[in-house]
């Protein structure tokens, strides 16, 4: 392997990792808007995140609009 293959792999491995704590030290609103942060380019739907995040796509939904939107 090259050197910047190793460094591919090093930078995945990283990204996996900082998910991972993600995933278990934040919020349900801020683990959903990494995952879209992460998947940006996929087509991805809200049940795509609520699978993942193994949540009801409402409580999802209502959880990430408590945390984001700004009420006026």
Do not use: P
Request: aromatic content about 14%; charged content about 20%.
């Amino acid at each position: 392997m090259t050197g910047i293959t190793y460094q591919l792999f090093g930078n995945l491995i990283e990204e996996v990792n900082d998910f991972e704590n993600v995933k278990s030290t934040n919020s349900l609103a801020t683990r959903a808007k990494r995952y879209m942060d992460l998947n940006y380019y996929d087509s991805i739907k809200i049940k795509d995140i609520a699978d993942f995040l193994n949540v009801n796509v409402n409580y999802l939904s209502s959880a990430f609009k408590v945390s984001f939107v700004l009420i006026i």
